[in-house]
């Protein structure tokens, strides 16, 4: 395992941004009247949880980095929600949302425990 020398490498942030890009391929597939609705509000909760686990990580403080995390966290959940929603809508099949949803899985576990790991070292 090779240090942590940029946020850049924490496989949490890695697959954050691999989750962006599964959003936006996925968001094509919405109905065009969706662009400044469910869309946009879908792309950026995805794009919330890379940005702030970089901003958090450029802060240099434990107890920042925490909140940070925690955001990122919370957008996880409002994009669990968009992605639900979409489908419940009918813009998406299930089949369409399986990758994004296993990454966002993922993303939520890694992020819990880097939380949990950050809040034991304070």
């Known amino acids: 395992m090779s240090a942590i020398i940029s946020y850049k490498d924490l496989t949490v942030w890695q697959k954050s941004v691999e989750l962006v890009v599964e959003v ?13 609705g469910l869309v946009s509000q879908t792309r950026r909760g995805a794009i919330s949880i890379p940005a702030n686990i970089a901003e958090g990580y450029a802060r240099k403080h434990r107890q920042e980095y925490i909140q940070f995390i925690r955001i990122a966290f919370a957008s996880g959940a409002e994009l669990e929600t968009l992605l639900f929603l979409a489908e419940k809508l009918g813009f998406v099949t299930d089949i369409d ?26």
């Open 24 to 36: 936006y391929r996925l968001t094509k597939l919405y109905p065009k009247e969706e662009l400044y």
């Open 97 to 122: 949302v399986a990758k994004p949803k296993d990454l966002l899985d993922s993303v939520m576990k890694m992020l819990n425990r880097l939380i949990n790991a950050l809040v034991a070292k304070s």
